[in-house]
């Protein structure tokens, strides 16, 4: 039997974009039980930014080798933290996209899950589900625009450089079509220029005593949180920018305040993995300051 050909959408104006609120669709996972059945709506990149800044991997310890200082990756603390960061990801995720654990707090959800769910991996089947609703490993380059075009001279390379490639999601039976153009250098710069936090402020570092030490030569510290904020907040406007020049339509908003906010009510993975996709295939770019 035949497949059943996909439906084709291209996402040429904002409204066939959809808010992840309303990527809605029901999931099954296989259990040792059988077949279970989740109504799930997918996750959005600014929940997901969220969950990832509350739940933070945590930095390995350093140790000394000799004389040499490097970090243990197989430190036993550090690997148990990692795991209850990831739990508590998948946790604060799940209660997001499918009901509400119950529990008023991270800890209390964590909990109700521990204690009352016995089979692990059906919980680890849903999170990852609900990350694929959301557009994580779903997209893709079509084929049909990767063309062999014979380049004589500058203005068909120009021509070339110019057509835009198309960048798919596919959600169930239909399939979501991006038009995605380059953006030529200058503007790349400029961009970049705009976006560029500059450096990290000075700081006295501490000394023996836990406190600064005014006598010596202050550092820079990219940690502080009022720089953290402002790089956070700079490559946020940089990704919209990019989104501005290389879809199809413009991202809605007056401010940048409002299109980030509407790019962060799109579904988390489309958004990440069409700015990878930018970033590595179209535009080729490779970051010049530290802040991403």
């Given at each position: 039997?035949?497949?059943?050909?996909?439906?084709?959408?291209?996402?040429?104006?904002?409204?066939?974009?959809?808010?992840?609120?309303?990527?809605?669709?029901?999931?099954?996972?296989?259990?040792?039980?059988?077949?279970?059945?989740?109504?799930?709506?997918?996750?959005?990149?600014?929940?997901?930014?969220?969950i990832?800044?509350?739940?933070?991997?945590?930095?390995?310890?350093?140790?000394?080798?000799g004389?040499?200082?490097?970090?243990?990756?197989?430190?036993?603390?550090?690997?148990?933290?990692?795991?209850?960061?990831?739990?508590?990801?998948?946790?604060?995720?799940?209660?997001?996209?499918?009901?509400?654990?119950?529990?008023?707090?991270?800890?209390?959800?964590?909990k109700?899950?521990?204690?009352?769910?016995?089979?692990?991996?059906?919980?680890?089947?849903?999170?990852?589900q609900?990350?694929?609703?959301?557009?994580?490993?779903?997209?893709?380059?079509?084929?049909?625009?990767?063309?062999?075009?014979?380049?004589?001279?500058?203005?068909?390379?120009?021509?070339?450089?110019?057509?835009?490639?198309?960048?798919?999601?596919?959600?169930?039976?239909?399939?979501?079509n991006?038009?995605?153009?380059g953006?030529?250098?200058?503007?790349?710069?400029?961009?970049?220029?705009?976006?560029?936090p500059?450096?990290?402020?000075?700081?006295?570092?501490?000394?023996?005593?836990?406190?600064?030490?005014?006598?010596?030569?202050?550092?820079?510290?990219?940690?502080?949180?009022?720089?953290?904020?402002?790089?956070?907040?700079?490559?946020?406007?940089?990704?919209?920018?990019?989104?501005?020049?290389?879809?199809?339509?413009?991202?809605?908003?007056?401010?940048?305040?409002?299109k980030?906010?509407?790019?962060?009510?799109r579904?988390?993975?489309?958004?990440n993995?069409?700015?990878?996709?930018?970033?590595?295939?179209?535009?080729?770019y490779?970051?010049?300051?530290?802040?991403?």
């Amino acid at each position: 039997m035949d497949e059943e050909k996909p439906e084709i959408i291209t996402v040429d104006e904002p409204s066939k974009w959809l808010a992840a609120k309303d990527v809605k669709t029901e999931i099954s996972i296989n259990s040792v039980e059988g077949e279970f059945k989740f109504d799930v709506r997918a996750l959005s990149y600014t929940e997901d930014q969220h969950i990832v800044k509350s739940y933070p991997i945590p930095d390995p310890p350093e140790v000394k080798r000799g004389r040499a200082v490097i970090r243990d990756y197989e430190d036993q603390k550090y690997l148990d933290a990692c795991a209850e960061m990831r739990f508590r990801r998948m946790v604060a995720t799940i209660d997001l996209c499918w009901n509400t654990i119950p529990g008023d707090d991270i800890n209390e959800k964590s909990k109700w899950a521990e204690d009352n769910l016995w089979r692990g991996g059906d919980m680890k089947n849903l999170y990852g589900q609900i990350m694929g609703v959301s557009g994580f490993g779903s997209g893709k380059k079509r084929d049909e625009s990767c063309l062999a075009v014979k380049i004589n001279k500058p203005e068909d390379w120009i021509k070339a450089s110019r057509a835009p490639s198309i960048y798919t999601f596919k959600r169930g039976n239909v399939e979501y079509n991006f038009n995605v153009t380059g953006i030529k250098g200058t503007r790349v710069k400029e961009i970049e220029t705009s976006t560029n936090p500059g450096p990290a402020p000075t700081e006295f570092p501490i000394g023996v005593m836990g406190k600064p030490d005014t006598k010596a030569t202050p550092i820079p510290n990219p940690k502080n949180p009022k720089y953290v904020q402002r790089c956070e907040e700079l490559a946020q406007a940089r990704r919209v920018l990019w989104l501005d020049e290389c879809l199809g339509f413009k991202i809605p908003g007056e401010s940048m305040a409002e299109k980030v906010q509407w790019v962060g009510d799109r579904p988390s993975g489309e958004i990440n993995e069409l700015v990878g996709f930018l970033q590595l295939d179209v535009m080729s770019y490779r970051d010049r300051t530290d802040f991403m």
